[in-house]
């Protein structure tokens, strides 16, 4: 099998190990962030994503992060005050070491009033009477913003959001590609395959990519809701070795990255499918992995 071509999973992966499942204290997190960035995968991994609320317990070593310094996304969950994301970029201006990269909050209809400047800005779409509405809000406020606004859809279970199955999930992806609203994914997405796991169902990422792809190629709602239920390995696996760079392009202007609280958990699974090339096995440092 041939791998899939690198610019398919450049950053796409972002670093969401202090959130649920993987609650990791926010210093560790931060260790295990610089890790990644120094492994032979460090290409597929994003920022890491912090809460605004903990940007004052942002202690970092500057000094172990070499030349480059932290970039980090801030997460307003919805419901949260908006103010908190503004009062975050206050406090880092005095942190020359840390760099915010994006920002991410729930949509709500007062978004365009956020004094962002030019910070990308992602804003998780609500389910309900809202959801087109926030599809489209957000597609003509991207229009005006003159800056990255895009959407952002959770794939995984909360004790307060239920898990959002092929159906619901294709129909956001379809609603996407047809207005051209780019979008990240946030929750669940472990796994290369669509299976249960520990008794729950969860999308796979193979199979997200390919529905994106047929998305964003005029594909029918059908066919992008079959692909997410696809469970064969292997064509998946090849049908994205054979995507050319046009398709991934295409495919990586709309599904710009997704969240995810341990990183080596996809990309060891994406290795075992030779979808990618390392001469390494994927592992953290022994002092990192508790």
Known sequence: MSTAPTALFAALIDDAAVFPPGNAPLEVAVQRHIAHHQAAYAGLIGPLLIPASDVGKLATDVDSLADRPLE???????GVDPSVVLDALKQLESEPGVN?????????????????????????????????????????????????????FRTGATPTWEWSDEAELAAFIHDCARLGVPFKLTGGLHHAVRAEHDG??????????????????????VAVEALLAQRDSHLLANALASLDDADV???????????????????????????????????LPQELSS
């Open 100 to 152: 915010a990269v994006g920002a991410e909050l729930g949509w709500f209809p007062g978004w365009r009033d956020l004094a962002v400047g030019s910070l990308p800005l992602t804003l998780e779409v609500p389910r309900g009477a809202d959801h087109r509405r926030a599809l489209d809000d957000i597609r003509a406020g991207g229009d005006e913003a003159g800056h990255m606004v895009q959407a952002k």
């Open 200 to 221: 729950a169902p969860q999308h796979g990422l193979l199979n997200v990519l390919l529905a994106v792809h047929s998305a964003a190629h005029d594909g029918a709602l």
């Open 72 to 78: 980090i996304g801030l997460i307003a969950r919805p």
């Open 249 to 283: 392009s295409r495919l990586r202007s709309l599904f710009t990255a997704y969240g995810c609280c341990e990183v080596t958990d996809p990309i060891g699974e994406l290795e075992a499918l030779d979808l990618l090339d390392f001469d390494d096995d994927i592992d």
